[in-house]
């Protein structure tokens, strides 16, 4: 009688079981970086549209602060080169809405990005911004809210979007 090679179904599934829990136990783990990763971008985003507002009220004095994503970034031409006040090119295209529009956010790394602030006047720059980064899908691409103004603190809510009033980031 010939002697038969190869595995019996019992240890199939025996190692099919195996990969099982370890894919049960590693995916939680991989969702959960990858909501730490997408949080910890926009934190650094907002800290560059912190820095681009700064740079951008400090080349236009006479507008104050940006009052959208738009100004900041390049604007909806593509081959833009040439820095204005109407398109400052102080953001890259995904935070600087190249495409779509700044009044529905821009989305980046899971989190979508509003800025808004008062547009300046003839006479009267403006003096002030607030910045929110809000999850695209709570709990899937971010667990927190996080706000930032002109003062450049970055403040996190864990359940809405985040205010002035809420907790710095430490």
Known sequence: M????????IELLIVVAIILIIAAIA???L???RIAANEASAVGSLRSINTAEV???STYPLNGFAPDLMTLGPGSSAGNTT????NAILLDGVLGCST???STGCVKSGYTFILSGPAPTATTPSPTY????NPVTVDQTGKRFFYSDASGVIRYNATVS????DSPLQ
């Not at 985040?162 to 009033?165: H, R, Y």
């Open 2 to 9: 010939q002697k038969q090679k190869g595995f019996s179904l």
């Open 27 to 29: 995916i939680p783990n």
């Open 31 to 33: 969702l959960r970086s």
């Open 55 to 57: 740079t951008y009220s």
């Open 83 to 86: 820095a204005n006040s109407t």
């Open 100 to 102: 779509g529009t700044s």
């Open 130 to 133: 607030q910045s929110n980064a």
């Open 162 to 165: 985040a205010v002035s009033t």
